[in-house]
Structure formats: structure tokens, C-alpha cells
């Protein structure tokens, strides 16, 4: 329910509504499963008429199983009796599925649908090509010969502007984990740039904004459960609060303020909170290791910290002499930033306090010095951890991303800036973000103050070929400018090569991706070699076939194999949970009340164990069990255990299977 008041406010409350009838069935059905899986399909059929009933049950046929015994059941219900039918299945297709069963009583009659996900017996492979779109394009896409058959996937995306990419990155940022304070913040971050952005074109989108207005008030509740008793914010709420952590959720809250309802209690505590944790030289420190510092030395360090803090500060609105203590620190110690990732923190502080300065100038200077130029694009490589951990590529994209916002801000040297541009939309993934959390929170902030300042955008039609078959023309108007366009092009897949034309005729330029998905099967994916990750993580069950209701008990190890040793910083485990069984988790309640992990989250089809961090060589072992609902021959999904901000370095369990008998 939704209410606006007289001078605008906004309200909503939801409240419970009774549904029920004298007679209906249900179907107990795992969200999904994988081609070749068996599964005897548990129907209820509930009784409470006021007398009894005989009832013809009958699965709908489908083109994706093979129905393993009579399509149709006849069972006798007595009155307020509830009574379960079998049928058993094999999974033979790919794709997402309706099962169907319907229920014909003599006095009254029901049917249920449900939607299942049929995943390949593989591992899932993505890849995919962005760039700017001006004129006529070939690529070529490759699928391998050993992929799948029937799984491999394509899609071309179209974006007018820079926005209809920050748009799409609504629902990507999604998929990520979202179990600690840094998380939540950096998955709401998009929605808020979003409702800034159609705030300041006042453009109308009611779909998006309904949208990015529910994610924000979610993401506010949540946030503010972060935060720690004595002030300040923490990964998981609990103390000691970080200074950099805090520093970010500032900087987000203060956005937050301009489009929602902020507590202005809140935004004040926070900025005295780290305003008070200043030194006397005018410093700030991170002295808790809770939070990577990403430091090179001691000095680096504090001028780095000192830059971030008092950003976030001056773009509060702050106005105390911390401020301007901090300020002065950093610009007499600028010249000891020999980093990237360093030169774009003080280079976002002095945009904000002093645009027009020659220092920020010099710093500008300084940091495109640093940067490696192609012919299209320039981008930075961190050279060092940022705040979050994050080392090689994901620093690599947090680092360009921090770069590209400070230097758009700046406003100069438009022709360098539109190259970084170009390297961030080359380095999209395939699901609409940058890999991590803040890569993709920087990159979106970047792309759309550039948006909003007539960077690029573009105006035309644009002809997709595939494999010599012309697919569609698409025409892009200013009116439509923020929508983005998506082109299935499975149907015309094939293994090997794939020649994609593209075809732009307008002015200026668009934005595009293409995107292919295939699966490789798991015999394939155990002879590749083997990429060196950070951790290691190996799944046991002590049984593999059991009988309804019979519990299992699983046991998953994750170590830190670093070299050179090192610690890992927010180490995250994603366990795949087979279908058909109900977890017992009480021993992970423990393994949070012991501080052996920091908090975990059970879903559909897996449980994601967080981990604050790992040092060198030590390992985290977690004990679950699993309890078998109802006979079934499965396989579990995979199970994957990798640092946080940086995803590619996963290593990854290989499903098994798992039996359950009547």
C-alpha cells in the first residue's frame, strides 16, 4: 500500500492478506536442476471439504523431462486428509522450464504450476566484448567445439548513453553478495545515481524510479545496522568501527540525502565520529587491520587515508578546522604519492574542495602521467591494494574507476578523459558490472556525471549481422536515449567462430556489448590447467547415498595458499546446496558466536559463508548437514571460495552427486 501526502511525502506499509481454499495441491520443487538429474516430483494434495473425494491427478507433458511412470493418479482422500503423490522424472533438456499438475476432484478441483532453471552438467564460461560503436564493427566471438550441446547463448546490448548503462547496472550489481556493510552500501550505490540522475535531467521514468527508490530504502534499513555503538561503521557492526569504511559509507549517505530520506542525526555522528579520530599533525590513520589499508609505507599511508577521509568530509557538507587541517596535510605531503590509487584519492578530495587550484592541476597532471595509453583507451594499473584488498585487476578497475570519476570532475583534457571513458565500457563484464563491488561503483559514477555533462551519446541506427544472416536494424532517438537495447542472437550460434557485424549510421556514437555464454563439461574443465588462486576449498559428505529423511553431514575446508604468503582480505565461500534436501545450519551459528566466520546467508541453491579475513596458511573448516526430503539422483552445484574484490581468483569444487532412495 502506498500513500503521498499533501506536501509530498511518501509512505508504504504491507500487511498480510489470508488465502485459502477447501481443496488444493502444491508441489515441492527444488528451484533447479541439472540435465540428467532424477527426481520423483513430491505432489500434496490437501483435503477439507466436509466430506471425502476421489482425485485424478496429471502431469502436464513437457519437452524437457521424460516421465518415468503412469502421467496420471488416482488417489482416494478422505475428509481433512492430506495425502502425497510420486511422479518421477529425468531431466533431459536445458533452459527454464513450467511443470504443470492438475487435480480433478469430484467435488472440487485445483492445479499448480511451477518454474524450474535445467542447468548444463558444466561450468558455466562467459565472455564478452565492449567497446564504443561508431560506424561499421566486426567481431568475432568462438565457441569451443567441447561446449554443450544446446547451451551456448549470445546477446548483443545497445546503449545510446551512458546511462542506460548505469540502468542495466541496477539489476547486475544484484548478483553480487551483499552480506557486509561495504557490500550492501556499494549494491544500493547504483540506485541512487540513478534517482540523481533523472532528478537533475528531470527526466520521467516511473518504471526505474519505483524501482531504484524500492532497492535504496532497502539498502538504507540495512545500512544502518553497520553501525557500531561507540560511531562509526564496521564490515559486520561490530566493533571497532574502520575509519575508511566509514569514510565510504559517508560519501554514500551524503549522495543518499539528495534523493531519499537520511537521518540527519546520522550523517552529523558520522562526521564528528571521524572527525575526532584525527591526529594532532592533522592525519588520519587506519590502524584497525580489519580493513586493508593498502599501504606502501607509513607515510603513503597516512597521506593516503588523510585524503580519503577528508573527501568524504568536504562532500558531506563538513565545515569544521579537521577539515581544512586535513586538506592542508595532504597538499604540503602531495608530492609523496607516487601511486595511482593514491594521486586519484587526493585528486577527488582537491575537485571537490579546490577545482580550480593549480595544485589539483599539478595532481591531474601527475596521475595521467601514470597512466598507460593505447590508441583508443588509457586506463592505470593500482600498483598497489586498495582500501578493500583488492590487488591486480580488481584494483586495476578501482583504481581507473576512482581516476576517471576525479578527472571528469575536473573537467579538462576532455580528449584523455573520453579514452579512460572508453577503457571502463572495454572492461564491462558480461553481466552489466566491473568485477567488484567498488570498480563497479566508481565506473557507474564516472559514466554518469559524464552523462550528465554531455560526454559522448549518440543518435542513429545500428544493422546487427550475424554469421552472415541479418538479425535487425535498430533505431536509437533522442527520446529513447536512456533505454537499452538487447538482441537474443542464440538461434543463429553455432560452435567455432561466430562473425558479428555491427553497423552504426547517426551522429556520434554508441555504446555496445556482445556477450556469449557456453558451458563446458566438468571431464573438460578438470583437464585445463589450473589457475593459481588464493585459496584452496575442498567439500566432503560423509555420504552420498541415503534414504528420505536421512541426514547428511558435510564438511568444508578453506585455506589460505598464498605465495608469497599474504593474507586474504574478505574471503567469501559459496556452497552449492543440492536440491531436494533442508539444511541444518545450527554449527554455523556457532562458527559466527565463535568468530570463526563473520556472518553467512542460506539461499535456493547455495550457502555464502563471509569471512573477514584469512592470514597465510591457516584454514577455516565448516561443518553443515543436509536432511533428504524426498527420493532424487542430483547433482550439487559447484562450490567456490575467492577474495571478494577479486572474483576472478576463484577456486572451484566440482559438483558431485548425491542419491536419495525412498
Known amino acids: 500500500m502506498f500513500a503521498n501526502g499533501l506536501r509530498g511525502q511518501m509512505g508504504s506499509a504491507t500487511a498480510p492478506i489470508k488465502v485459502f481454499q477447501d481443496f488444493f495441491v502444491d508441489i515441492d520443487f527444488p528451484v533447479s536442476l541439472t540435465q540428467g538429474d532424477r527426481v520423483e516430483v513430491p505432489v500434496a494434495v490437501y483435503n477439507y471439504l466436509p466430506g471425502p473425494q476421489q482425485v485424478t491427478l496429471a502431469v502436464d507433458d513437457g519437452n524437457w523431462f521424460k516421465l518415468e511412470g503412469p502421467a496420471r493418479q488416482v488417489v482416494q482422500m478422505g475428509k481433512d486428509e492430506v495425502k502425497v503423490v510420486y511422479f518421477p522424472i529425468t531431466v533431459t533438456g536445458i533452459g527454464?522450464?513450467?511443470?504443470?499438475?492438475?487435480?480433478?476432484?469430484?467435488?472440487?478441483?485445483?492445479?499448480?504450476?511451477?518454474?524450474?532453471?535445467?542447468?548444463?552438467?558444466?561450468?558455466?564460461?562467459?565472455?564478452?566484448?565492449?567497446?564504443?560503436?561508431?560506424?561499421?564493427?566486426?567481431?568475432?566471438?568462438?565457441?569451443?567445439?567441447?561446449?554443450?550441446?544446446?547451451?551456448?547463448?549470445?546477446?548483443?546490448?545497445?546503449?545510446?548513453?551512458?546511462?542506460?548503462?548505469?540502468?542495466?547496472?541496477?539489476?547486475?550489481?544484484?548478483?553480487?553478495?551483499?552480506?557486509?556493510?561495504?557490500?550492501?552500501?556499494?549494491?544500493t550505490y547504483p540506485n541512487l545515481l540513478v534517482l540523481d540522475y533523472l532528478k537533475q535531467t528531470k527526466k520521467i521514468n516511473p518504471e526505474i524510479q519505483m524501482k531504484a527508490e524500492q532497492y535504496v530504502n532497502i539498502g538504507y534499513q540495512r545500512l544502518v545496522t553497520f553501525e557500531c555503538k561507540g560511531g562509526g561503521f564496521s564490515w559486520f557492526g561490530n566493533e571497532p568501527a574502520h575509519q575508511i569504511l566509514t569514510a565510504y559509507g559517508l560519501l554514500e549517505f551524503s549522495d543518499m540525502a539528495k534523493v531519499h530520506e537520511v537521518d540527519p542525526k546520522l550523517i552529523l555522528r558520522t562526521q564528528q565520529w571521524l572527525a575526532g579520530k584525527q591526529q594532532g599533525n592533522g592525519t588520519w590513520e587506519e590502524k584497525n587491520q580489519g580493513i586493508a589499508e593498502g599501504i606502501i609505507d607509513r607515510q603513503t599511508g597516512a597521506l593516503r587515508s588523510t585524503a580519503y577521509i577528508a573527501w568524504a568530509l568536504a562532500e558531506s557538507g563538513y565545515q569544521g578546522q579537521e577539515l581544512a587541517k586535513g586538506i592542508q596535510y595532504v597538499k604540503a605531503n602531495r608530492e609523496e604519492a607516487k601511486d595511482p590509487y593514491t594521486l586519484a584519492v587526493i585528486l577527488n578530495l582537491l575537485t571537490k574542495t579546490e577545482r580550480e587550484s593549480a595544485t589539483t592541476a599539478e595532481v591531474a597532471e601527475a596521475l595521467i602521467k601514470?597512466?598507460?595509453?593505447?590508441?583508443?583507451?588509457?586506463?592505470?594499473?593500482?600498483?598497489?591494494?586498495?582500501?578493500?584488498?583488492?590487488?591486480?585487476?580488481?584494483?586495476?578497475?578501482?583504481?581507473?574507476?576512482?581516476?576517471?570519476?576525479?578527472?571528469?570532475?575536473?573537467?579538462?583534457?576532455?580528449?584523455?578523459?573520453?579514452?579512460?571513458?572508453?577503457?571502463?565500457?572495454?572492461?564491462?563484464?558480461?553481466?552489466?558490472?566491473?568485477?567488484?563491488?567498488?570498480?563497479?561503483?566508481?565506473?557507474?559514477?564516472?559514466?554518469?556525471?559524464?552523462?550528465?555533462?554531455?560526454?559522448?551519446?549518440?543518435?542513429?541506427?545500428?544493422?546487427?549481422?550475424?554469421?552472415?544472416?541479418?538479425?535487425?536494424?535498430?533505431?536509437?532517438?533522442?527520446?529513447?536515449?536512456?533505454?537499452?537495447?538487447?538482441?537474443?542472437?542464440?538461434?543463429?550460434?553455432?560452435?567455432?567462430?561466430?562473425?558479428?557485424?555491427?553497423?552504426?549510421?547517426?551522429?556520434?556514437?554508441?555504446?555496445?556489448?556482445?556477450?556469449?555464454?557456453?558451458?563446458?563439461?566438468?571431464?573438460?574443465?578438470?583437464?585445463?590447467?589450473?589457475?593459481?588462486?588464493?585459496?584452496?576449498?575442498?567439500?566432503?559428505?560423509?555420504?552420498?547415498?541415503?534414504?528420505?529423511?536421512?541426514?547428511?553431514?558435510?564438511?568444508?575446508?578453506?585455506?589460505?595458499?598464498?605465495?608469497?604468503?599474504?593474507?586474504?582480505?574478505?574471503?567469501?565461500?559459496?556452497?552449492?546446496?543440492?536440491?531436494?534436501?533442508?539444511?541444518?545450519?545450527?554449527?554455523?551459528?556457532?562458527?559466527?558466536?565463535?568468530?570463526?566466520?563473520?556472518?553467512?546467508?542460506?539461499?535456493?541453491?547455495?550457502?555464502?559463508?563471509?569471512?573477514?579475513?584469512?592470514?597465510?596458511?591457516?584454514?577455516?573448516?565448516?561443518?553443515?548437514?543436509?536432511?533428504?526430503?524426498?527420493?532424487?539422483?542430483?547433482?550439487?552445484?559447484?562450490?567456490?571460495?575467492?577474495?571478494?574484490?577479486?572474483?576472478?581468483?576463484?577456486?572451484?569444487?566440482?559438483?558431485?552427486?548425491?542419491?536419495?532412495?525412498?
Request: charged share 20%; aromatic share 8%; glycine share 6%.
Open 370 to 662: 601514470l597512466a598507460k595509453v593505447t590508441e583508443k583507451t588509457s586506463y592505470w594499473e593500482a600498483e598497489t591494494q586498495t582500501f578493500t584488498g583488492a590487488n591486480a585487476k580488481g584494483a586495476d578497475l578501482e583504481t581507473t574507476g576512482l581516476a576517471a570519476y576525479g578527472l571528469v570532475k575536473w573537467g579538462r583534457n576532455a580528449a584523455f578523459a573520453t579514452k579512460v571513458l572508453t577503457h571502463l565500457i572495454q572492461s564491462k563484464d558480461s553481466f552489466g558490472t566491473w568485477s567488484t563491488t567498488q570498480g563497479t561503483v566508481w565506473s557507474l559514477k564516472t559514466l554518469i556525471y559524464a552523462s550528465s555533462n554531455a560526454f559522448g551519446g549518440g543518435k542513429g541506427s545500428v544493422t546487427i549481422t550475424a554469421n552472415g544472416t541479418k538479425l535487425d536494424t535498430v533505431t536509437i532517438t533522442e527520446e529513447d536515449s536512456d533505454v537499452m537495447r538487447q538482441l537474443d542472437l542464440t538461434s543463429l550460434v553455432k560452435e567455432g567462430d561466430n562473425t558479428l557485424t555491427l553497423e552504426y549510421v547517426g551522429a556520434g556514437s554508441l555504446l555496445y556489448q556482445i556477450t556469449a555464454r557456453y558451458y563446458l563439461p566438468w571431464t573438460v574443465v578438470e583437464k585445463m590447467p589450473e589457475m593459481k588462486a588464493p585459496l584452496d576449498i575442498t567439500v566432503q559428505y560423509d555420504k552420498t547415498k541415503l534414504a528420505t529423511d536421512d541426514i547428511a553431514t558435510v564438511t568444508v575446508t578453506v585455506k589460505n595458499i598464498t605465495a608469497p604468503r599474504a593474507t586474504v582480505e574478505m574471503p567469501l565461500v559459496d556452497i552449492g546446496l543440492p536440491p531436494g534436501f533442508t539444511p541444518i545450519i545450527e554449527k554455523l551459528d556457532d562458527a559466527v558466536a565463535k568468530a570463526v566466520i563473520s556472518k553467512y546467508t542460506v539461499a535456493a541453491r547455495q550457502l555464502i559463508v563471509y569471512i573477514e579475513k584469512l592470514e597465510p596458511g591457516k584454514s577455516v573448516v565448516l561443518t553443515y548437514q543436509l536432511k533428504a526430503k524426498y527420493p532424487i539422483r542430483a547433482r550439487t552445484p559447484e562450490s567456490r571460495a575467492y577474495p571478494y574484490y577479486n572474483p576472478e581468483k576463484a577456486d572451484v569444487s566440482a559438483p558431485r552427486q548425491v542419491t536419495v532412495t525412498k
Open 96 to 187: 527454464h522450464f513450467p511443470f504443470t499438475v492438475t487435480a480433478r476432484g469430484t467435488a472440487m478441483s485445483d492445479a499448480v504450476r511451477r518454474s524450474i532453471d535445467i542447468l548444463p552438467d558444466g561450468q558455466e564460461m562467459r565472455t564478452s566484448i565492449s567497446d564504443r560503436l561508431e560506424g561499421k564493427v566486426v567481431k568475432t566471438v568462438s565457441i569451443p567445439v567441447d561446449a554443450i550441446d544446446k547451451a551456448n547463448a549470445m546477446w548483443v546490448k545497445l546503449y545510446p548513453g551512458a546511462f542506460s548503462q548505469v540502468v542495466e547496472g541496477l539489476d547486475g550489481m544484484l548478483r553480487m553478495p551483499g552480506g557486509c556493510f561495504e557490500q550492501t552500501s556499494s549494491t
